[in-house]
């Protein structure tokens, strides 16, 4: 999730091996054909046998595991005027016990939902618990199944939404409770099955894939199962009339001859330039981040804009396989956020809400390094320190990760805090970066999202993610995530510097003042500029509050940076210089300006010149109106003797200047280009 800041009966069924008309059309029916065409489709990989879902060591652990959900849903008057949120529904619930089992508690709000019957069972419910008899007693590892009949009420309860022919639902942290009664944690993931009854005319999405589209008169069934295991708030259904929809294909990494679809629901009025540009980055997306993470794990990469008015609140929610973007807003790194969630968030989901920066940090520095990417290392480290500034000025003081929250919920405002949840988090990943170096950094991270035995398609907690990074790294890096993960807030640095130039001597004092955390241990980085030699850049591991390090240097230093490069972006500096003065070195060279060879020329000549001591110098080419041609040299330069060539083949003949600015001196002579 990104916040916003920033009359015949026709079956169209997708087969491996192509798509198969099961009965006649009608040319009204048609239509409908045409437009399934598009959209509707079945991945290759025949759909997994259900089995419980296994869970990271640390996860935590319920009575019972739901191993999937089948939904039968009438929502076919939502969509028509007056657009009640009323429906009925059935949910069929498989279950694996994992303990001794006589009853099945599930989450169905009351003021939304109102149970009808449990098939062959006695039940109660109140206070938004469903209890179900089971009539027996299920020892672990036996599986069984409940069929719930129910329905909504024709209330807005922030998680099925409805508006003027459009529905969708939105379930981020806790509202899939609110359409459909289910086990609402986020460790317990299960399979969805999900057949929608609608009006002609509607097209309507779901997870995983479409297996088919019926028309009968003017009613249209449309059936979704995913192959892969879905938390509950990842579950979606997403619809309009009129919606408009594009296909496109991503060829997968592991079999260039094969492909998936991407698909995408867009509403009429929209930036279609906009639109066609995500179209074309997506599967650029997919490959960079399969690359990055291994192979897309799912059967379809499907986008959906929520129209204007329908009451989505965020700027996109990563429901797996078929994302909700805000309306009209193809954003290239909102996107590029979402779409990190089917790594991040979707295959390894939280395995509690304590747990949630694990989605919403990596999906935020999964946007710097799409930038990296693209447009290189200076807009990665651009995003960086936006990030850092986002969290210092808006800092509400809390950790990365509150186990109290894997208990009792926050509201949504404090568990995705931005400055917490998404840039304090995407800032640690790159300081995680910075200290492991990026090969390293790089296979911790492929080695953790290719984990098929703990986390690939499965859940994750903290502990379970600082454990596989530090055996991955081959290092304990408790301190690390100790500091910046479970702890609040940040250092604050008084750093002391003094430069000793008679005695090339450079004393380091590093100091912390921060008083609502511990010491932050973390390896700094010092720039030392020189008065002849080129800058040195020196890593040190600071440990140790008051902690002082010495270096001596074969050249006289004359200038001192901390972290020059801001790789620990959370951070409050006030570093002091101090010392005996830069001294005046003797030079073997003097500030001087040759003529330039050969004089008259065509079209090229060369101009000498000598630089005393370290400057910014300039070297430029001037009319005789005094007007710039060209800038030969623009940039600091150490002291010594240097060659620097015009190509006048664009100038026109005559005469021009040429004159030479270091510090105060300044010295300009004449020549001439004949053609």
């Not at 009853?103 to 149970?115: D, E, F």
């Not at 304990?476 to 995530?481: G, V």
């Not at 190509?647 to 026109?652: E, P, T, V």
Request: net charge negative; with cysteine; aromatic share 12%.
């Amino acid at each position: 999730m990104r916040m916003k800041m920033r009359k015949s009966v026709g079956v169209l069924m997708a087969l491996a091996g192509g798509w198969i008309l099961l009965a006649g059309w009608t040319a009204s029916a048609q239509n409908l054909s045409q437009a399934a065409y598009r959209h509707a489709f079945e991945s290759k990989t025949r759909k997994a046998a259900l089995s419980a879902t296994a869970l990271s060591q640390s996860s935590p652990r319920h009575s019972f595991d739901v191993l999937s959900y089948t939904l039968n849903l009438n929502v076919y008057k939502c969509f028509v005027t007056p657009y009640p949120h009323s429906y009925s529904a059935t949910d069929v619930i498989r279950f694996m016990a994992d303990s001794t089992l006589s009853t099945l508690q599930l989450h169905a709000v009351n003021s939304s939902l109102v149970v009808d019957s449990v098939a062959g069972r006695s039940f109660s419910h109140s206070g938004d618990i469903l209890t179900i008899n089971l009539g027996g007693v299920y020892n672990p590892g036996d599986t069984g199944s409940v069929v719930i009949s129910y329905h909504h009420n024709d209330v807005a309860d922030g998680a099925f939404y409805v508006s003027s022919g459009m529905v969708f639902t939105d379930c981020e942290p806790e509202g899939a409770r609110k359409w459909f009664p289910c086990w609402d944690r986020p460790a317990d993931k299960a399979t969805l099955d999900l057949t929608a009854k609608v009006p002609n005319g509607v097209k309507l999405g779901s997870n995983g894939r479409l297996v088919s589209a019926v028309l009968s008169g003017d009613t249209i069934l449309y059936h979704w199962a995913s192959r892969d295991p879905i938390a509950t708030y990842l579950m979606v259904m997403t619809g309009k009339v009129g919606y408009n929809l594009d296909q496109e294909y991503w060829k997968t990494l592991a079999n260039p001859n094969d492909s998936i679809p991407v698909v995408f629901y867009w509403n009429a009025g929209e930036d279609t330039a906009s639109l066609h540009d995500i179209e074309r980055n997506v599967p650029q997306m997919a490959t960079y981040y399969s690359t990055l993470f291994g192979e897309y794990p799912f059967e379809k990469i499907g986008m959906a804009t929520i129209a204007p008015g329908a009451g989505f609140i965020w700027g996109g929610m990563e429901n797996q396989t078929l994302i909700s973007v805000e309306p009209n807003s193809w954003d290239e790194y909102l996107i590029a956020h979402e779409f990190a969630h089917h790594w991040f968030g979707d295959m390894i989901s939280p395995g509690t809400w304590a747990d949630v920066w694990l989605n919403e940090a990596f999906a935020t520095y999964c946007e710097a390094l799409w930038d990296e990417h693209r447009l290189g290392e200076a807009a990665y480290h651009f995003d960086i320190v936006n990030d850092a500034a986002v969290y210092l000025s808006q800092n509400p003081g809390w950790p990365i990760y509150n186990p109290q929250w894997a208990v009792a919920t926050p509201n949504v405002n404090t568990m995705f805090n931005d400055a917490i949840t998404y840039e304090k988090g995407a800032c640690v990943l790159h300081m995680l970066r910075y200290t492991l170096g990026d090969s390293t950094f790089f296979s911790c991270l492929k080695a953790y999202t290719t984990d098929t035995a703990e986390f690939r398609l499965k859940n994750v907690v903290t502990a379970d993610f600082f454990q596989k990074i530090s055996s991955a790294a081959g290092q304990d890096l408790s301190w690390f995530f100790n500091e910046w993960i479970l702890q609040p807030n940040h250092p604050v640095y008084h750093n002391l510097i003094v430069i000793d130039s008679a005695g090339r001597q450079v004393d380091v004092t590093f100091r912390q003042s921060q008083a609502n955390a511990s010491f932050f241990t973390m390896p700094v980085e010092l720039k030392v500029s020189f008065a002849s030699s080129p800058d040195s850049t020196i890593r040190v591991l600071n440990n140790a509050n008051g902690q002082k390090v010495s270096f001596t240097f074969a050249d006289y230093p004359r200038k001192v940076v901390f972290d020059p490069n801001d790789n620990i972006p959370l951070k409050v500096d006030s570093t002091t210089v101090s010392g005996v003065p830069p001294l005046k070195l003797a030079s073997p060279y003097t500030f001087s300006l040759g003529q330039n060879y050969p004089n008259p020329f065509n079209p090229s000549t060369t101009v000498k010149f000598s630089v005393a001591e370290a400057r910014h110098v300039s070297l430029r080419i001037y009319d005789i109106l005094g007007r710039p041609v060209a800038t030969l040299v623009d940039r600091a330069m150490i002291p010594g003797e240097y060659t620097a060539v015009w190509d006048g083949a664009a100038a026109s003949s005559g005469v021009y200047f040429y004159r030479l600015e270091a510090g105060e001196f300044t010295q300009t002579k004449k020549l001439m280009l004949v053609k």
